[in-house]
């Protein structure tokens, strides 16, 4: 009988100890699932709104391009956005922290794929005032 016990204690020890962990989930990426883009970016719709929680609060007219909602899109194809070429403007490889821009919209914050996505695609279909 003293056996049956040592040895259904050593069995619930087992079982005990074994069951005592967590899984780690996997964290979600969008670089996983690619993000959508509509297929006419329009700029009052799908941009604008992006400037509006972080970036207004410092490009407000004080710093470079004036990201107000009255003057942004003049700001920004003034130097900023090269129509067509994503890849050739300030403002696309600043989101994405290319080399040799200054990276936005802070150097250790990054926006995510589905946001810099937005943006190249407007650039690409030739920023527009849409």
Same mark, same amino acid.
């Given at each position: ?22 899984? +780690?989930? $996997? ?23 992006? /400037? ?12 470079? $391009?004036?990201?107000? $909602? ?15 070429? +994503? ?6 490889? +600043? ?6 821009? +200054? ?7 990054? /926006? ?9 695609? /407007? ?8």
């Amino acid at each position: 009988m003293k056996n049956l016990i040592k040895i259904l204690i050593v069995f619930a020890m087992g079982l005990f100890l074994n069951s005592c962990y967590y899984d +780690s989930f $996997p964290e979600y990426s969008e670089e996983i699932d690619p993000p959508e883009v509509p297929d006419v970016v329009s700029y009052e719709t799908d941009i604008m709104p992006l /400037w509006e929680g972080q970036c207004v609060a410092c490009h407000n007219g004080n710093v470079a $391009p004036d990201l107000r $909602p009255e003057n942004s899109y003049n700001a920004l194809l003034n130097g900023f956005v090269d129509a067509g070429k +994503s890849e050739e403007s300030s403002l696309y490889l +600043s989101l994405i922290h290319a080399p040799g821009v +200054s990276p936005m919209p802070t150097p250790d914050n990054k /926006w995510p794929a589905s946001k810099t996505e937005l943006v190249k695609a /407007w650039i690409d279909q030739g920023a527009k005032n849409n």
